[in-house]
């Protein structure tokens, strides 16, 4: 079975800084693409930013410059950092990893429960 949890949210300042964890859990072999969504209340969710297996990367225009995907494969965990927090950052993050490949399948789209990041002052 494959679990995706996530941690880090929390309520910071305007200006401030997080860092999101996404760790997947389970006997994996491989992991394709791995990514973060958010969703702000009355708001379709978003791509935020994304990673491919190899390192590529890309962003929303929004977060450009201020958030930084990363990955370690060997730890199975995709990371967010988010620098120069915004009130308009205020979402439901989620993570989802495509591709994940166990010992007897290959589960195309996997998603987190969703950790809640909050800016205010």
């Known amino acids: 079975q494959v679990q995706l949890v996530e941690s880090g949210g929390g309520l910071v300042q305007p200006g401030g800084s997080l860092r999101l964890s996404c760790a997947v859990s389970?006997?994996?072999?491989?992991?394709?693409?791995m990514g973060w969504y958010r969703q702000a209340p009355g708001k379709e969710r978003e791509l935020v930013a994304a990673?491919?297996?190899?390192?590529?990367?890309n962003y929303a225009d929004s977060v450009k410059g201020r958030f930084t995907i990363s990955r370690d494969n060997v730890k199975k965990t995709v990371y967010l950092q988010m620098n120069s927090l915004k009130p308009e950052d205020t979402a439901v993050y989620y993570c989802?990893?495509?591709?994940?490949?166990?010992?007897?399948?290959?589960?195309?789209?996997?998603w987190g429960q969703g950790t809640q990041v909050t800016v205010s002052s």
């Open positions: 389970g006997t994996i072999f491989s992991i394709n693409a």
């Open positions: 989802n990893a495509r591709d994940i490949r166990t010992l007897d399948a290959i589960i195309r789209l996997s």
């Open positions: 990673i491919t297996s190899g390192g590529s990367t």
